[in-house]
T-cell receptor, first 114, second 115 residues
Framework: DGGITQSPKYLFRKEGQNVTLSCEQNLNHDAMYWYRQDPGQGLRLIYYSQIVNDFQKGDIAEGYSVSREKKESFPLTVTSAQKNPTAFYLC?????????????FGPGTRLTVT | GQQLNQSPQSMFIQEGEDVSMNCTSSSIFNTWLWYKQDPGEGPVLLIALYKAGELTSNGRLTAQFGITRKDSFLNISASIPSDVGIYFCAGYANAGGTSYGKLTFGQGTILTVHP
């Protein structure tokens, strides 16, 4: 089955610690995205990558970092510099090029920092 | 930057009723997408629209790409309890360059269906 996996589903960390969220896809998509969702709010773009070894800042990149060493993987690190890290994090992927701009989402990781 | 205004913010309806929600923008979009998000899960793509004026159905769901390319509508007919969730619109403006593929999302419509 093709799809996007995010692990773990729930993550708990102490304030001041960096934490890395995993995102893997086997859809053979070139582009991958990270979004943050706060309660009752829409999706805000953190980082995105159109091809391997390249990525762009989204609207709220401060306090986050990413890498894209493999086409299938796009891990997100929430650093201690992120002031309000507790949120629901969603990873998505899409083809790059062509006429389709449909993004497909993973199940999300809920991060709680205390 | 581009913004999408999605309304209503929330809806409380009885099972069997029809539902309408919409997204509007001051900018032109070339693609409109509608997603549904169940509690604690990732959004699932419901309908994709690529041409102005296009009307597309997916079961009880019907969506339209506004003729001005600045709006889109989603209708759900004969609602059932499993329609509960958050519905998001998303638009793509084909900005090109490093913005290629970036979607703009609406704030979501929270739908509650009473049995």
């Amino acid at each position: 089955d093709g799809g996007i996996t995010q692990s773990p589903k729930y993550l708990f960390r102490k304030e001041g610690q960096n934490v890395t969220l995993s995102c893997e896809q086997n859809l053979n998509h070139d582009a991958m995205y990270w979004y943050r969702q706060d309660p009752g709010q829409g999706l805000r773009l953190i980082y995105y990558s159109q091809i391997v070894n390249d990525f762009q800042k989204g609207d709220i990149a401060e306090g986050y970092s990413v890498s894209r060493e493999k086409k299938e993987s796009f891990p997100l690190t929430v650093t201690s510099a992120q002031k309000n890290p507790t949120a629901f994090y969603l990873c998505a992927s899409s083809i790059f090029g062509g006429a389709s701009y449909e993004q497909y989402f993973g199940p999300g990781t809920r991060l709680t920092v205390t | 930057g581009q913004q999408l205004n999605q309304s209503p913010q929330s809806m409380f309806i009885q099972e069997g009723e029809d539902v309408s929600m919409n997204c509007t923008s001051s900018s032109i979009f070339n693609t409109w997408l509608w997603y549904k998000q169940d509690p604690g899960e990732g959004p699932v793509l419901l309908i994709a629209l690529y041409k102005a004026g296009e009307l597309t159905s997916n079961g009880r769901l019907t969506a339209q790409f506004g003729i001005t390319r600045k709006d889109s509508f989603l209708n759900i007919s004969a609602s059932i309890p499993s329609d509960v969730g958050i519905y998001f619109c998303a638009g793509y403006a084909n900005a090109g360059g490093t913005s290629y593929g970036k979607l703009t999302f609406g704030q979501g419509t929270i739908l509650t269906v009473h049995p």
